[in-house]
């Protein structure tokens, strides 16, 4: 049972890499990437709904649909970032989405005045992290 799994495993990935070339690995991500990627593209839908029917101006704090946008987007990698620090069967490299959730929350809470705090502050948070894995000998 386990090997007809692995098999058909096999054969997926080589359709992929068959059919799409590089870009074959990249679309095979998991669950928790694309559950990512659809939630982003929700919150972009919502945000263009909003400010095409007017709603948008019913809410002090939205200035900017691209704002409210990125600072959406970039909540929702932290969040994704946040369930594969939680969940070890979804843990990979989390310094990428650490970092490009900042960014994007940055950006939409306030321009680059708080880019650069916000890189320093997780640039500090992944070290301390990685320092923490039991995995690579960090404190068990």
């Not at 945000?47 to 959406?72: C, P």
């Amino acid at each position: 049972m386990v090997e007809h799994a692995m098999e058909e495993r096999d054969k997926e990935d080589q359709f992929w890499r068959d059919c799409c070339g590089w870009c074959g690995e990249w679309m095979r991500h998991d669950r928790l990437d694309t559950l990512g990627w659809g939630a982003i593209f929700l919150w972009a839908a919502f945000v263009l709904l909003a400010q095409s029917t007017g709603y948008a101006s019913n809410f002090a704090w939205w200035k900017d649909g691209w704002g409210v946008f990125l600072a959406g987007a970039g909540a929702i990698v932290l969040v994704e970032t946040t369930f594969r620090i939680l969940m070890p069967e979804y843990r990979k490299g989390i310094g990428f989405g650490l970092f490009f959730g900042s960014i994007l929350l940055g950006i939409g809470l306030g321009g680059w005045n708080l880019i650069l705090p916000l890189l320093l502050a997780v640039a500090g948070i992944s070290i301390f992290l990685k320092a923490m894995r039991t995995d690579r000998g960090g404190l068990s």
